[in-house]
Every structure is written in C-alpha cells, then in structure tokens.
Nanobody, 123 residues
C-alpha cells in the first residue's frame, strides 16, 4: 500500500509554468501523471520508470512538460512550461509497486492514485 499526495496546482496565464509534485508514502516503481478535464475521460500525460531512465509523454505535451523523480524523497514531479488553456484539468499521479513495472499509458496500469490537483490555464 502507498499513499500519493499531489501538490503544486493553481491558476496560471497561458504561456506560464507550473511544477506539480507527487509525494509517495513509500517506495514506488513505475509512476505516471494523468489528467481529466470536465466532461472528458482521464488521459495519460507522462510516465517514468523506477530509475528515471525511461520516460514517455503524450503527444500533446511533448516538448513542453518534463517528468522526473527523486527516489530518495519518494517524490515525482511534472514541470509544465508553455501552458495552454487546453491543459486545464485535474492532474492525478499514479503508481505501481510491482518491481520493474513498465511505464503504462492506461489508467488500468496503475493501482494507486492520488486525489488530484487542479490546474487552470487562463487565456
């Protein structure tokens, strides 16, 4: 079992930046960021394996967002630059505790989820 707590969301103007954090209560392996806008399904944003050596991004955020992690602090980050109004959503972090778990792009690939943090980008 692990608890995940996101932070860092807020209101920002288009073109601005935010850094989201996901603090885990224990060791995790593959982790990911997902987002859900009103009336839409939850979608994959970025994922990272345990070592940080493998990262994956949705096409819509590639080149603007960077995922990273600090295993000593059991924390994952999402650095978001050049934000657009379409990035407005609740952002969730997710984790898998299986050793050597792969980065997955589907919600079913992660058994543990945080409560979400709101990101609002104004035009």
């Amino acid at each position: 079992q692990v608890q995940l707590v996101e932070s860092g969301g807020g209101l920002v103007q288009a073109g601005g930046s935010l850094r989201l954090s996901c603090a885990a209560s224990g060791r995790t392996y593959a982790m990911g960021w997902f987002r859900q806008a009103p009336g839409k399904e939850r979608e994959f944003v970025a994922g990272i394996n345990w070592s940080g050596g493998i990262t994956e991004y949705a096409e819509s955020v590639k080149g603007r967002f960077t995922i990273s992690r600090d295993n000593a602090q059991n924390t994952m980050y999402l650095h978001m630059n050049s934000l657009k109004p379409d990035d407005t959503a609740v952002y969730y972090c997710a984790a898998d505790l299986s050793i050597f778990a792969l980065v997955r792009r589907t919600t079913s690939g992660y058994p543990y989820w945080g409560q979400g943090t709101q990101v609002t980008v104004s035009s």
